[in-house]
């Protein structure tokens, strides 16, 4: 298996642009997350998915912020519009719960620059 | 008061020494816990899950304190590939499969 794929691995974008961050979670995962890390705030959850429903999207910072699953094998981050304070890494990471002890695996990040 | 905290050091060691890191969490209805591993610029990846009845894995051990609410991962005869960043991460496992991580840990192994 490939991993969890995102893309793309560098964003370079200009103060009011939209921005779409994608993940391809690892096959036969039913969760899915997404995590955004910066020096100051660490790793934190933005939302998760199970079994492609948003379960808790209580960390996504305001409205300028949507994620989507249409399906097992997809899902987007979109920023609009986006502001020099969303630069970050961006990780999504997937898991399959079959118990207690899973393990989640992250995708490599997107690097986000928002001048 | 965070859910997951850690010390985020730098802890600067010497090759070989043994050094411990702790993190406590704040929810006592906690279910599973992990140590991930973070190298520079690089995405978390497992490096063992903690069980209540503590666990070894090489120079690793890894322990579990419900009552206190507190886990540790304790590294021995540590090497400079060791030098990392190591998170604590909870799960709430009623919640959903909702990770929770702490904010790091960074060591520093040094020749």
């Known amino acids: 298996d490939a991993g969890v794929i995102q893309s793309p691995r560098h964003e370079v974008t200009e103060m009011g642009q939209e921005v779409t961050l994608r993940c391809k979670p690892i096959?036969?995962?039913?969760?899915l997350f997404w995590y955004r890390q910066t020096m100051m705030r660490g790793l934190e959850l933005l939302i998760y998915?199970?079994?492609?429903?948003?379960?808790?999207d209580s960390g996504m910072p305001e409205d300028r912020f949507s994620a989507k699953m249409p399906n097992a094998s997809f899902s987007t981050l979109k920023i609009q519009p986006s502001e020099p304070r969303d630069s970050a890494v961006y990780f999504c990471?997937?898991?399959?719960?079959?118990?207690?002890?899973?393990?989640?695996?992250f995708g490599q990040g997107t690097r986000l620059t928002v001048v | 008061r965070k859910e997951v905290e850690q010390d985020p050091g730098p802890f600067n060691v010497p090759e070989g020494a043994t050094v411990a890191f702790n993190c406590t969490y704040s929810?006592?209805?906690?279910?599973?816990f992990f140590w991930y591993r973070q190298d520079c610029r690089k995405e978390p990846k497992l490096l063992m899950s903690?069980?209540?009845s503590g666990n070894e894995d090489g120079r690793f051990t890894a322990q579990l304190n419900r009552a206190s609410q507190y886990i540790s991962l304790l590294i021995r005869d540590s090497k400079l590939s060791d030098s990392a960043t190591y998170l604590c991460?909870?799960?709430?496992?009623?919640?959903?499969?909702?990770?929770?991580f702490g904010g790091g840990t960074r060591l520093m192994v040094k020749p």
């Open positions: 990471a997937s898991r399959h719960v079959r118990a207690a002890y899973t393990e989640a695996f």
């Open positions: 096959s036969g995962h039913n969760s």
């Open positions: 998915f199970n079994n492609n429903v948003p379960i808790d």
């Open positions: 929810n006592s209805a906690s279910q599973s």
């Open positions: 903690v069980y209540s």
């Open positions: 991460v909870v799960t709430l496992n009623n919640a959903g499969n909702m990770l929770t």
